[in-house]
């Protein structure tokens, strides 16, 4: 038969888990909403944390943490990853902008629910190139009207 030692009893121990609770693990619970018309303040993805210079605020349109774009901002071009660090800097409390002092903590930490227009990312790329398209076609106007000042002769077919 066997006997069991102190040795082993003391090892068996020392691999049982206990449960221990969030506090004691430091997990931080999440509390702080985000919501539509909320601005934020985040450091661009290929920046450096501390620089003022890639230091970033904007204004949550849309909000769908299912989807590939969890925040849709009223940039466009910009698509914040989950794991990313933004700051609530201002809250949209009963159709009022008021200052907030947030923290930086990433997205995912946040309570996040479907909210907003799920099309602004649509609306805004379509308000963009409208844009671009105004700014090239005055850009080609002013052209043809300088080359026709300066006599060298117009040239359409390379403006198109």
Do not use: W
Not at 23 to 37: A, C, D, F, H, N
Not at 68 to 76: F, S
Not at 99 to 128: H, M, S, T
Not at 136 to 158: H, V
Request: with cysteine.
């Amino acid at each position: 038969f066997d006997v069991e030692s102190d040795e082993d009893n003391d090892y068996d121990d020392s691999r049982r888990s206990r449960r221990l609770s969030r506090r004691s693990t430091l997990m931080q619970v999440k509390k702080e909403p985000l919501r539509p018309g909320d601005i934020i303040e985040y450091y661009k993805q290929q920046g450096t944390a501390g620089n003022q210079s890639d230091l970033c605020q904007a204004a949550i349109l849309a909000i769908d943490p299912c989807g590939d774009r969890i925040l849709t901002l009223n940039d466009p071009m910009t698509i914040l990853q989950p794991d990313h660090m933004v700051k609530r800097i201002k809250r949209y409390h009963r159709k009022k902008l008021l200052d907030y002092p947030g923290q930086f903590r990433p997205i995912n930490q946040y309570i996040l629910k479907k909210e907003g227009n799920q099309n602004a990312a649509k609306e805004q790329l379509a308000k963009v190139n409208a844009q671009v398209k105004e700014t090239t076609k005055r850009i080609k106007e002013t052209i043809t009207a300088q080359m026709k000042q300066d006599g060298t002769g117009c040239f359409q077919d390379m403006l198109r």
